[in-house]
């Protein structure tokens, strides 16, 4: 009976044990924003006040409110801003090259993990 116990216990914990860490700013995020964004989202004078080269800059958001919205990828104006629309291109960054679909989903995913 015990190990009958410890197999359905331990069955029940191995998914939890293999899944994947949460997304970080650091590790995850900040190569893409340094790819795409930094060029006109950092230094003295950020382009809409908005820097994008920290976590605590890109929660601060910027002159338009807040960019990004821990927990909720829709609720901040970032993803509307970097995601294409019915064909149209995406209204950031302007001009190729444009945020592939996993770079999306990137950033989606940390902010659905809480914007650690």
Not at 17 to 33: G, S
Not at 62 to 78: M, Y
Request: net charge positive; with cysteine; hydrophobic share 40%.
């Amino acid at each position: 009976m015990r190990v009958m116990l410890g197999l359905i216990v331990g069955c029940c914990l191995v998914p939890s044990a293999l899944a994947a860490p949460p997304l970080t700013f650091d590790r995850d995020v900040k190569p893409i924003m340094q790819r795409h964004c930094v060029e006109c989202h950092a230094g003295w004078f950020p382009a809409s006040g908005l820097r994008l080269d920290t976590r605590e800059h890109v929660l601060a958001g910027g002159s338009q409110g807040k960019a990004v919205i821990a927990g909720q990828p829709d609720k901040g104006w970032l993803v509307n801003m970097i995601v294409p629309v019915a064909g149209n291109p995406s209204k950031m960054p302007p001009g190729p090259p444009q945020l592939s679909g996993e770079e999306i989903a990137t950033i989606k995913q940390w902010i659905r993990d809480g914007a650690r």
